[in-house]
């Protein structure tokens, strides 16, 4: 299918490279370009090194070939990059510019050096050029909405080429001379009309075929989609179709005449389905997207994509069956949609497709739980076509629409009309990413989705929403060690479950507050919190969670050095615990406890301690804790001037070790003194 494609915005036959002489075109402008990459630069000439990347702008309308152009540039050149090509598109299908830190991001992840989720744009862009100083490498920025996109992006790096596709000017960069790009010449724009149509039609009439390159003006757009037309009629003359341009020649630019009589000839169905792929989130459609848009099914929507992609209307993207629609044509179908659909259908539409992939989300979640009989007769009473046949397949899905999805969220979002759906979307998106990727390795995305939830509840004045939102952007603040700014949405998150009187998120949120002055060395505060969500779960009855909690406080006491008050903290949380019956989680405190005893000077009392929670350690069959609980007591027996005892419990850890995990005996004496003493209180 991609050998067969055409890209309405250029000349190239594929989205992907294409072998070299399948490009048409351009010489004069691909020359002028290479030329000017080894162009003295105002720098060079002052005697100075090139303290930047060297920028080449291509410009021209939407349709021009722009893209394409700068495609087969990068192609030329690329032998003398060796690190290869980054790609990043600057604006959205319907023109919404794209923020610097998203595109930034994507750059980032590309080169393998992800930044700390929802990190600021100045720090994502020093993090870029970091990446970029000893690279050799192409920046290839199209669709650049302004110069304060592309200047944010530039390599501080003279061996970097950075080549922006825009329809303009980028006025603001130094030392830039754009290649404006006009129509296509006679002959190039007649071979290309001649791939659609075969060459018979053209050598018959070629005064027909130059006639209508010139009424397309030349725009590589319109003459693939004119082409598109002539091949799906074979008994149609070229000059049949320069005189219908002709008589429609004062209405819109060439490229929407050629659309408009495009879509008048299609039947209705597959009509309405074109103009409603101007709704597909970031112009990303594949069938499940077209089948929910249109209301029919998958396959006649998949027959339909294919019938599009033949005619020029659709490029065919990556190896998934997925779809993208021509930016140049994207503004053009959403007028054709306004003309043609009342408001209430465009919202019925796109409520469908959005519902089509909340449902496609949950089977791509559902699926990985394979442990769940609740998850597998869930799956099993799920429509066929929406399945997946295996977890590989449903990631698979789930990362090569990323792109699409994410853009679903901002769409939905955006709209203001379809909270419900866009909260039910953003659930479902952010549970598939941890599910299959992690939530470490989906951070960035995930902190995106937590503000747009947080948008919503905002709007809809949702305080429920709005805490569980708070809470998540604040641990992946803190993770990402922005301890400050955790704190502030913690202490919001308060509010907010205060507000929805929900215990859970008020009692989480008074833990983490507690956490965040932990993690900034505040440790009163820090007990002082955590003493506040303990007794929230001493009144909701969660003993659980309060012998846990009473081990946090027990923590923050030790970091301040009160060890009178850190034994009484940690003999509450063993009591807890062992009314509980949590065998492993009594072991582990009683761990601590031995630690907090002899940190205060008990020795013996450490001693015997270690040893209760070495039997209560076997119990549990927790065999990294015993290691590191007999590490500790040869320690004890060392401070006691008992080396043989000593070296026999170290004998023992060793072996453990051996057993449990050969590699981690430095992750286990780190363990073993997780709690260092931070000051020297001698308060017993």
Known sequence: MTDQAVDPGGVRLAQDAAPEGRFLGRTRELKELRADIERAGLDTLSGRKAPRARVLLIAGRPGSGRTAVADELVRQVADRYPDGVLRARLSEPDGT???????????????????????????????????????????????????????????????????????????????????????????????????????VRITVDPRAAERLAEQCQGQPAALVLAGGWLAARPKAAVADLAKQLHTDADHGTVVGRVLRLVHAALPASAARMLRLLSLAPAGLVDPHTAAALAGCSVETARTALDDFVAHGLLHAAGSQPQYEVPCCLHPLLADLARAHERPAELQLARARMLERTVR?????????????????????????????????????????????LLASARVAVADGELDTLARRLMSQLVRAMVAHFGTQAAASDL????????????????????????????????????????????????????????????????????????????????????????????????????????GRIGAAHTY??????????????????????????????????????????????????????LEWARRADDGRLRAALHLRVADSFERLGDPASAALHRGTAERILAEEAPEGDSELEQEANACEIRSASAED
């Open 97 to 199: 510019r794209v923020p610097v830190e998203r595109a930034a991001r994507e750059l980032l992840d590309t080169l393998g050096a992800p930044a700390p989720a929802g990190a600021p744009e100045d720090d994502l862009t020093e993090a870029l050029r970091t990446a970029l100083a000893d690279r050799r490498v192409v920046l290839l920025l199209d669709d650049a909405a302004d110069a304060e996109q592309v200047d944010a992006l530039l390599p501080d790096n003279p061996d970097c080429l950075a080549v922006a596709v825009s329809s303009g000017p980028l006025t603001g960069i130094a030392d830039v001379r754009p290649c404006t790009l006009g129509g296509l010449d006679t002959k190039s724009a007649v071979e290309l009309l001649s791939r659609f149509t075969g060459s």
């Open 360 to 404: 496609l989300l949950q089977s791509c979640r559902a699926i990985t739980e394979t442990d769940s009989p609740q998850a597998r007769e869930k799956l099993l009473g799920t429509p066929r076509a929406l399945r997946f046949p295996t977890p590989r397949a449903a990631a698979d899905w789930l990362r090569s629409r990323r792109p699409a």
């Open 447 to 550: 902190y995106d989705l937590h503000g747009l939830v947080l948008d919503v509840a905002e709007r809809r004045r949702l305080p429920r929403e709005r805490a569980a939102a708070l809470l998540n952007l604040g641990d992946l603040d803190a993770r990402t060690g922005r301890t400050s700014d955790a704190l502030a949405r913690y202490r919001a998150a308060l509010d907010a479950g205060r507000e929805a009187n929900d215990p859970y998120a008020t009692g989480r949120a008074m833990e983490s507050v507690g956490g965040a002055h932990l993690e900034l060395g505040d440790y009163a505060r820090a007990a002082d919190w955590f003493g506040r969500a303990l007794a929230e779960r001493l009144a909701r009855g969660d003993r659980a969670e309060a012998a846990r909690l009473y």
């Open 560 to 613: 301040a050095g009160r060890y009178g008050e850190a034994l009484r903290n940690w003999r509450a949380a063993v009591a807890g615990h062992r009314k509980n019956g949590d065998v492993a989680a009594q072991a582990r405190a009683l761990s601590e406890l031995a630690r907090v005893q002899e940190y205060a000077g008990r020795l013996e009392e450490s001693l015997r301690t270690c040893r209760e929670a």
